[in-house]
């Protein structure tokens, strides 16, 4: 089965269950009520296909779109490497109570690092995580995959893309130039770099003027999950005196249980816990619902975040078209805290966010952190919308942004001049 049409009808089984157990949310079926439908027609065709077992298909090249990818670490599409589904044993949805930080009125917009800054340096490096904190970036991104070895790897999409891997390991098939057909020391042999064509002819180094100081050891090393941590807090703990005062937000790509509590563990035995700044960002329910499910059992529960589009033209205000269809505000926020989704029109949306969009999503609890925006409306107009964060590659530009937007406010939330942000202002978050 092709992974897009399977992903789609497992979400679609998931909203069943999901319907079932939760009484509050039948009125999306009066929003939609062809969700029950489609959930019907859905499983039976699991069952006549097998059920959730293992897809070895690869995904479509994206030309560095933020897409979403139906390939997870081990090429199995949400299922383990014994085909164990990683479907969550509990998908209820929970409530606010449960102490996960949520939208909070007045608090500064985050500046989210893209990949680090990836606007100067090669994605998801030392040195370009090492800028992005540099230029007093709040958070910075992690795009995982799992190498064939089950290592979580920081890498946003194709080999072929961002690193010297064709030249490494010439005359492969172009499917497999993708993490899950390597192994951690294979992909330990790569450096990450900029201007690749047809996969080859880019350099290991940032543009001019941002090369990072000769005492960073290995500044354009593929990077696993773990390396990229222990950098970051290293890094933080130098610069703030805190290890965990800049932020992690970390994707998930349709991954299996197993690899998912993997990630957690990883996170956990780092130290990161409830009141840590962290954010877990996915384009599918199934992966935010398994992780939800993992956290509740440890009783260490972190903030999720739907990727998704801000849809079509007909995709009302209070809805995110997600990965599976329109996801309603008020029946995902019992496991969801926010969504991450494009400001301007891009790839499979036909619209862009309004106000009326940032007010729904506040209105129901939900933070709004925008991954694309149209360099044709200056930051400050989405700023004017109220968004929580957002992802840019130039850090430096958009920290400036950040700051001249709060200047030009009167006043703070309290009455009180909003204090600046730069890079030696530690920003603390705060749960409700």
């Not at 805290?337 to 400001?343: D, I, Q, R």
């Not at 968004?387 to 001249?404: E, K, L, Q, R, W």
Request: hydrophobic share 35%.
């Amino acid at each position: 089965m092709k992974p897009k049409l399977k992903n789609l009808l497992e979400n679609s089984y998931f909203w069943i269950v999901y319907c079932i157990t939760n009484a509050k949310v039948i009125r999306t079926i009066v929003h939609k009520n062809t969700v029950l439908v489609l959930g019907s027609l859905s499983l039976a065709v699991l069952v006549a296909c097998g059920g959730g077992g293992s897809d070895n298909s690869v995904v479509d090249k994206k030309d560095n779109a933020e897409q979403p990818d139906t390939s997870n670490g081990n090429g199995s599409n949400g299922t383990d490497k014994t085909g164990n589904s990683a479907q969550p044993t509990n998908i209820s949805g929970g409530s606010n109570s449960e102490g996960v930080r949520r939208y909070k009125a007045g608090e500064k917009p985050l500046v989210i690092a893209h990949r680090g800054a990836r606007g100067y340096c090669p994605d998801h490096t030392r040195a370009s995580y090492d800028l992005a904190i540099n230029q007093g970036a709040d958070y910075v991104e992690q795009d995982l995959y799992i190498s064939n070895d089950g290592v979580p790897i920081v890498m946003h999409a194709w080999l072929t893309d961002s690193t010297d891997a064709k030249t490494l390991f010439p005359g492969r098939e172009g499917y497999t130039y993708q993490v899950n057909f390597f192994s951690k020391d294979e992909l330990k042999t790569m450096k990450s770099v900029m201007g690749n064509v047809d996969g080859v002819g880019g350099v290991a180094q940032c543009t001019e003027g941002k090369n990072p100081p000769s005492s960073l050891a290995n500044p354009f090393d593929v990077l696993t999950l773990e390396e990229t941590i222990d950098f970051v807090m290293e890094k933080s703990r130098n610069l703030k005196g805190d290890s965990k005062a800049i932020g992690l937000y970390i994707e998930f790509r349709s991954f299996s249980r197993k690899d998912i509590q993997t990630i957690l563990n990883l996170l956990w035995s780092k130290g990161y816990g409830q009141d840590d700044k962290i954010f877990i960002q996915s384009w599918y329910i199934n992966d935010l619902l398994t992780a939800r499910d993992l956290e509740r059992e440890k009783g260490i529960l972190f903030p999720h975040i739907l990727l998704g589009y801000s849809g079509k033209v007909n995709t009302p205000d209070n809805a995110i078209d997600a990965n599976g269809g329109e996801m309603y505000f008020d029946t995902v926020k019992g496991f969801i805290e926010g969504v991450s989704l494009n400001f301007g029109a891009y790839g499979g949306a036909e619209k862009t966010v309004t106000q009326a969009f940032v007010k729904a999503a506040h209105d129901n609890g939900m933070l709004v952190h925008p991954w694309y925006l149209d360099g044709n409306v200056p930051l400050s107009g989405y700023l004017e919308m109220g968004i929580d964060g957002f992802f840019y590659d130039y850090p430096d530009v958009a920290v400036d942004a950040v700051n001249s937007y709060r200047r030009s406010r009167p006043s703070g939330p309290n009455g009180s001049r909003p204090q600046r942000v730069d890079a030696g202002n530690t920003y603390l978050r705060s749960r409700h």
